[in-house]
């Protein structure tokens, strides 16, 4: 009876109560909206924190160019063309600068070589030979000069025992005679040129130019060049007897052993972080079988390594053997697909041969379990693709300086080989920070796939979230505030007179509220309802629209595409909550209402209605 009589009394103000109805139905389904869009968009970005990575690539810029001019024996004239100038070689170290929060400082990485035995591809390269050779006539080499092979020490002529030879870019070059027996490092460079009027040639034979493969390229670790004596001298020999065992003949012996290191070594890329490396950020290479080396891992450096499918192919490895890795050179001056090209090719533009004119040793070998095999989807753009038979393994698992003996190659900071990582979202204050530094010539580029965007959008809906559920509170206050004040002021003779028909304070308290908590509830399940749907079909439409480029700033790949960004689900228990939540600030505010008119008796309620 009481919820009859208590509905029936506000059901005799219908447009009072169908508004309060209305009302509260609107504030829930603010509170509702707001609630779910917000603990969507922390869900989002939680998730997308997990998923994205923000990283820094460092790049030494030119500080000009200047014209630089070779000789061409082709044409009998110096030939010019614009050079880039580099200003001092810039160190990583003045990337540590105060406030710069790296989750993965900047290194400037090696390489290393690693001579793998098992592996055997070469047949003798063709662009790159070594050879003892007896000029068919004195003749100064300045076009090309018809040579007879006697020996070849490494490399593949292809079974012709005939090469053109010429110093093509000497403007002074140096006479050969007849019948006198020369040893030389020959690359390939162009067609044959200058030959005598009659002489019959291809007009695709191939001329070989003289190298200085005899030369050491050796660096210390501060990346200054290793003096070597060598470099002062011819690039080729006159073989003799006995020859061979003087300084000069040892070397070239060991010169001759340098295809055999190449077709036997793999790059092996020590780093902080897999996506660090850029062909696993743009995945253009992907985990296969098994795993990612962990973070745990990577600090402790732990003997573990990734290698590609076609190494393991080779070598007969499988998940979980191990890999021996015997390294002897660093190379800080180019990236591992520089040598050894995933498209194929590649070359050295550095040498084996240390400034004593040995081979390098090796300055590290243990055994790493192999936690991962991957598969090359895409070979990448220069320098920033993956290398031939490209092994990876932490940092920490050689100890650091270990190399300084072993330098090979030195040059400065490339995006291929230095990189970095930062939070998410931290690229405008990072780069604040380091603009302060007034460090030129350094050019920084950041990759973060597009979260910069993501982030702003998410911000922009985590402030609307915000509008909406202030707005539903201060709505949802002020109507209960008001309504309460108003339905319980307007029954203040109703009270007077239950409490003089002897009904308890409890009894007159259900009896009035009864009808007002009804009305507060249906409002508020209505709306909590309408507002999780809506919340519902606005994150549906979210997951059609809201897409982000991968080619974030100045990302270079050919590989650009788009991904959608998926909403988690809007939540019912939200909805239940802040329904619920709504419904006790009903009761409470509407309770606190009835308290102040139970306070006063039944006669003085009477008296201050006849005052009025």
């Known amino acids: 009876m009481t919820f009859y009589y208590s509905m029936k009394q506000m059901l005799r103000s219908p447009l009072k109560s169908f508004l309060f109805f209305l009302l509260m139905g609107v504030s829930a389904f603010f509170l509702a909206l707001g609630g779910n869009l917000w603990n969507m968009s922390r869900a989002g970005m939680q998730e997308f924190e997990r998923i994205f990575t923000t990283i820094g690539t460092v790049e030494q810029t030119a500080v000009g160019s200047r014209t630089v001019s070779y000789w061409d024996a082709g044409s009998k004239t110096y030939q010019y063309f614009k050079g880039t100038v580099y200003g001092d070689r810039i160190s990583e170290d003045v990337l540590d600068f105060e406030g710069a929060d790296y989750l993965l400082k900047p290194r400037q990485r090696p390489y290393f070589g690693a001579y793998v035995k098992e592996l055997y591809e070469g047949v003798g390269h063709d662009w790159m030979i070594t050879v003892e050779v007896t000029p068919e006539e004195t003749a100064v080499a300045d076009h090309s000069v018809k040579m007879r092979v006697l020996k070849v020490l490494e490399g593949n002529l292809n079974g012709s025992d005939v090469v053109y030879v010429c110093e093509h870019s000497n403007p002074d070059p140096d006479e050969f005679v007849a019948g006198k027996t020369y040893i030389m490092q020959l690359s390939q460079s162009g067609a044959v040129h200058g030959r005598p009027a009659g002489e019959a040639v291809d007009e695709f034979t191939i001329e070989y130019q003289i190298t200085d493969g005899i030369c050491s390229t050796q660096y210390t670790l501060d990346g200054e060049r290793v003096y070597d004596k060598m470099n002062e001298g011819p690039v080729y020999d006159e073989v003799t007897e006995g020859f061979y065992e003087t300084e000069r003949g040892k070397r070239w012996l060991a010169v001759s052993q340098e295809q055999d290191c190449y077709d036997h070594t793999i790059p092996v890329q020590p780093v902080d972080g897999t996506k660090l490396l850029m062909p696993f950020y743009r995945d253009e290479v992907v985990i296969s079988e098994g795993r990612d080396i962990t973070e745990e891992e990577y600090q402790s450096g732990k003997k573990v390594c990734l290698i590609p499918d076609t190494l393991a192919l080779l070598l007969r490895k499988s998940l979980g053997d191990k890999l021996t890795l015997p390294l002897y050179y660093a190379n800080y001056a180019q990236a591992p697909t520089d040598t050894f090209s995933g498209k194929g090719g590649g070359g050295l533009s550095f040498s084996f041969l240390n400034a004593q004119g040995e081979i390098y040793s090796v300055f590290n070998e243990q055994d790493y379990e192999i936690v991962g095999i991957y598969t090359i989807k895409d070979t990448g753009t220069g320098s920033y693709g993956i290398g031939r038979y490209e092994a990876v393994i932490p940092w920490n698992a050689v100890p ?32 604040d920070k380091w603009d302060k530094q007034g460090i030129e010539d350094l050019k920084i580029t950041f990759y973060d796939k597009g979260y910069s965007q993501l982030k702003e959008g998410i911000e922009n809906r985590m402030l609307m979230s915000w509008i909406f559920l202030v707005s539903g509170c201060v709505m949802s206050v002020m109507i209960l505030l008001f309504f309460a004040n108003l339905f319980i002021t307007g029954q203040q003779e109703r009270i007077a007179v239950e409490r003089l028909l002897g009904r308890t304070k409890r009894q007159c308290s259900r009896s009035i509220l009864t009808g007002i908590l009804v009305l507060a509830a249906a409002g508020s399940i209505l709306g909590s309802t309408a507002g999780w749907k809506a919340t519902e079909t606005a994150a549906k439409k979210a997951d059609t629209e809201v897409v982000f480029d991968t080619a974030y700033s100045n990302l270079i790949t050919e590989n650009t595409k788009e991904e959608k960004v998926y909403w988690p689900e809007p939540d019912p228990v939200l909805a239940v909550g802040t329904g619920g939540g709504l419904l006790v600030a009903a009761l409470l505010i509407s309770s606190c209402y009835m308290k102040e008119s139970l306070k006063k008796e039944p006669l003085q309620l009477l008296g201050s209605l006849e005052e009025q």
Do not use: L, V, Y
Request: hydrophobic fraction near 40%; charged fraction near 20%; charge should be negative.
């Open 400 to 431: 650091e300086d270990s190399w300084k003996d072993n330098i090979a190659a030195f040059s400065r900071m490339r995006g291929a080989t230095t990189s970095f990582q930062i939070p998410n979202g931290s690229i405008q204050e990072f780069m």
